[in-house]
Every structure is written in structure tokens, then in C-alpha cells.
């Protein structure tokens, strides 16, 4: 056997394959394995191996579909929600800054101080009770639109759920 130390170059294809006593090129015994063909058991495992592989990437490829439909539809409903809401904000401050001219416009027109107070404790109890009424308005809204972006995403995950069973 030739040894490697007292060579320049590469070791050749030769050198490598096993030799008469078991052993290859870099003196390592072959435990005495049997040459058998082992590519058609290889290339069976292979073909198995590729077909799953296909089947993952379709059906990630499917999930990744359903997903982007289900981003679709909330992003659509949330756009939705979201432009109701903004809208009754500008509804409600809309009112609100029409109560409060009324108001000055009364309060300038008052005759006494007594007139001014009660103005100012009717404007009071009907500002605490527009408030409740209008906080109710958009707390209904906001839940709205929490249920309504969720709503796609739910759907999407109990399919998914439910076809995985």
C-alpha cells in the first residue's frame, strides 16, 4: 500500500477504491460489507422522497393561498369598520361643536348671572348624557370592528382545522 505522506499531488480515483485486502486508499477497512447494488434501493427512496416533497410544497402552497385570501377579506372589512368609525368621530365632533355654539350664543343672550348658571347646568347634564351616548356609539363601532377583521381569519383557521381532521 502506498502511503500519502511521501507524495506531492492529489490522490488519484485509483488509489481511492478499495483494494484486494478490504481496505481503501487512506488504509480504511471496508468492515467487510457486501458490494451489493444499493441505486435501486436508493432511487426508490429518492422517487418517495421527491413525491412528499411535492405534496408539502402543494399543500404550504394551498395555506399560503388561503392565508392571503383570508388578509384580503380583512383587510377589506377592516377598511370598512375603519371608515364607519372615522365617520362617526367626525359625526360626533361635528355635533359637539354645534352644541357648544349654541350654547355661547345662549349664554351671550342671558340676562343675569342666575340665568348664565342654569344655562351652564343644563349644557352640563346634556353634555354628560350626549358623551355616554356618544362613547356608547363608538365603543358598538370599535367591537364591530374587531369582530369584522377577525372574522376572515377565524374562518380561514377552523377550515383549515377542520381539513386537517
Given at each position: 500500500?502506498?502511503?500519502l ?7 488519484s480515483?485509483?488509489e481511492v477504491k478499495?483494494?484486494?485486502n478490504?481496505t ?5 477497512p ?7 447494488a444499493?441505486?435501486?434501493l436508493?432511487?426508490e427512496?429518492?422517487e ?5 416533497a411535492?405534496?408539502?410544497c402543494?399543500r404550504?402552497k394551498?395555506?399560503s393561498?388561503?392565508t ?5 377579506e ?11 368609525y ?8 361635528n355635533?359637539?361643536?354645534a352644541s ?5 350664543a345662549h ?5 343675569s348671572?342666575?340665568?348664565?348658571f342654569?344655562l351652564s ?12 351616548a356618544?362613547s356608547?356609539d363608538?365603543w358598538e363601532?370599535?367591537q364591530?370592528?374587531?369582530?369584522e ?6 374562518k ?6 377542520h381539513q386537517?381532521n
Amino acid at each position: 500500500m502506498m502511503s500519502l505522506a511521501k507524495r506531492d499531488g492529489a490522490v488519484s480515483e485509483a488509489e481511492v477504491k478499495a483494494e484486494l485486502n478490504g481496505t481503501n486508499g487512506f488504509a480504511m477497512p471496508l468492515f467487510g460489507l457486501p458490494k451489493i447494488a444499493l441505486s435501486g434501493l436508493f432511487g426508490e427512496l429518492s422517487e418517495q422522497g421527491v413525491a412528499r416533497a411535492k405534496e408539502a410544497c402543494e399543500r404550504i402552497k394551498a395555506a399560503s393561498e388561503e392565508t392571503a385570501e383570508a388578509l384580503r377579506e380583512t383587510y377589506s372589512s377592516n377598511a370598512r369598520s375603519t371608515t364607519d368609525y372615522g365617520l362617526k368621530v367626525i359625526e360626533i365632533s361635528n355635533a359637539n361643536t354645534a352644541s357648544a355654539i349654541d350654547f355661547f350664543a345662549h349664554l351671550l343672550g342671558s340676562k343675569s348671572v342666575t340665568d348664565a348658571f342654569s344655562l351652564s347646568a343644563t349644557q352640563a347634564q346634556k353634555a354628560f348624557d350626549t358623551a355616554s351616548a356618544q362613547s356608547k356609539d363608538l365603543w358598538e363601532l370599535a367591537q364591530k370592528l374587531a369582530v369584522e377583521t377577525g372574522e376572515p381569519i377565524r374562518k380561514r383557521v377552523a377550515k383549515v382545522l377542520h381539513q386537517g381532521n
